[in-house]
Nanobody, 120 residues
Framework: QVQLMESGGGLVQAGGSLRLSCTAS????????MNWYRQTPGKQRELVAE???????TYGDSVKGRFTSTMDNARNTVYLHMNSLKLEDTGVYYC??????????????WGQGTEVIVSS
């Protein structure tokens, strides 16, 4: 069984910063990628950042230049550093990962989500 646990959401003022964390745990053979998606009010879920184990990172257009995502391979943890937050960044942020687990064919995993609220 593989699980993803997010943390770090909360309330922050516009222009401020916040860091999210997501840790994968359980029967893990290898982690191929850990990603961040978000669900903002009135919009479909969108990619925020994709981080591969080879440290290739791709960002969604709406967060380029403001958000940075890094992976700690030793800890199976991905971080999302969010700077210059805007009101439209408010939403639920989900961790997603592609993991080869032990004794399972499942490859794609999702966390429960952590809420980020940006206030004016």
């Amino acid at each position: 069984q593989v699980q993803l646990m997010e943390s770090g959401g909360g309330l922050v003022q516009a222009g401020g910063s916040l860091r999210l964390s997501c840790t994968a745990s359980g029967d893990i053979f290898s982690v191929d990628a850990m990603n961040w998606y978000r669900q903002t009010p009135g919009k479909q879920r969108e990619l925020v950042a994709e981080v591969t184990s080879g440290e290739t990172t791709t960002y969604g257009d709406s967060v380029k230049g403001r958000f940075t995502s890094t992976m700690d391979n030793a800890r199976n943890t991905v971080y999302l550093h969010m700077n210059s937050l805007k009101l439209e960044d408010t939403g639920v942020y989900y961790c997603n990962a592609q993991i080869i687990g032990l004794g399972t064919l499942q490859y794609d995993y999702w966390g429960q989500g952590t809420e980020v609220i940006v206030s004016s």
